[in-house]
């Protein structure tokens, strides 16, 4: 059984599928027992957190902070992943210049987040392949497609 929130500190309201995406996220990674939160934010918010937390002042899409980065993270037998931010305003945007709907851009950069927390990571060109296939995968199988 896994446990996560979806906080909409922006008032976006239009996520009801992300249940299915992050659902099936989980059991492709085999994942139970989680606790995890997903929280939507402005262009200010996370811009803040990024300067803060990563010294780069510009605003992203999404920031994970995974809490199991240095060990598992147990808390009364839940692994504790950490937190997801997502700018809804940066979403938006990416959507249309990349040509394609809300919903795609959202799950892209839920499952994107999600799976950093599960420890995957894009630093190198393999990871980077590994990773992006993975997430084209998940949201391929829940037919939220380009």
Do not use: C, W
């Not at 839920?110 to 393999?126: A, C, K, P, S, W």
């Amino acid at each position: 059984m896994n446990e996560y929130e979806i906080t909409d500190n922006y008032g976006y309201e239009n996520y009801e599928y992300l249940n299915d995406v992050i659902d099936a996220a989980l059991k492709h990674e085999k994942v139970d027992n989680a606790i995890f939160s997903i929280i939507f934010v402005s262009d200010e918010e996370i811009h803040r957190i990024n300067k803060e937390y990563r010294n780069i002042d510009r605003i992203t899409d999404v920031i994970s902070f995974a809490f199991e980065d240095n060990n598992k993270m147990m808390y009364n037998s839940f692994r504790l992943l950490g937190d997801i931010y997502i700018s809804i305003p940066q979403m938006k945007r990416q959507a249309i210049e990349y040509g394609h709907s809300e919903k795609r851009e959202l799950a892209f950069l839920t499952v994107h987040g999600l799976l950093h927390l599960l420890g995957y990571d894009h630093m190198t060109e393999e990871d980077e392949k590994t990773m992006f296939a993975l997430q084209e995968l998940i949201l391929n199988d829940q037919d939220i497609k380009r």
